[in-house]
């Protein structure tokens, strides 16, 4: 993965970039938290946990999958690196929302 995002230009940011990386550094850790916490009854440490988890950036997992089936290569990589850099507010943003628990 690193080699593709060496390689790739970066004024050539695909543009579903732009609803996939806030879905999932926002959308997802607040629909796991909503889901959690009208289920059941969870304890709060376990809620903010699976908050946590949902929060991190997209995985390389996407990118192997995409290339071992030949496609979204050069959106999986994108995707993942926005998402890393990104995720340093984002994640600074969660744990600054669960640290008080």
């Given at each position: 993965?690193?080699?593709?995002?060496?390689?790739?230009?970066?004024k050539?940011?695909?543009?579903?970039?732009?609803y996939?990386?806030?879905?999932?550094?926002i959308?997802?850790?607040?629909?796991?938290?909503?889901?959690?916490s009208?289920?059941?009854?969870?304890?709060?440490?376990?809620?903010?946990?699976?908050?946590?988890?949902?929060a991190?950036?997209?995985?390389?997992?996407v990118?192997?999958?995409?290339?071992?089936?030949?496609?979204?290569?050069?959106?999986?990589?994108?995707?993942?690196?926005?998402?890393?850099v990104?995720?340093?507010?984002?994640?600074?943003?969660?744990?600054?929302?669960?640290?008080?628990f």
């Amino acid at each position: 993965m690193g080699v593709t995002l060496a390689l790739r230009p970066m004024k050539r940011v695909p543009v579903e970039i732009s609803y996939i990386v806030p879905a999932k550094l926002i959308l997802h850790p607040l629909a796991v938290y909503l889901v959690l916490s009208s289920l059941g009854r969870f304890e709060p440490v376990w809620i903010y946990s699976a908050v946590l988890l949902a929060a991190l950036p997209t995985a390389t997992n996407v990118f192997v999958i995409g290339q071992q089936y030949h496609v979204w290569q050069e959106r999986a990589s994108a995707t993942i690196l926005i998402s890393t850099v990104l995720s340093v507010l984002t994640l600074t943003g969660v744990v600054y929302f669960i640290q008080p628990f």
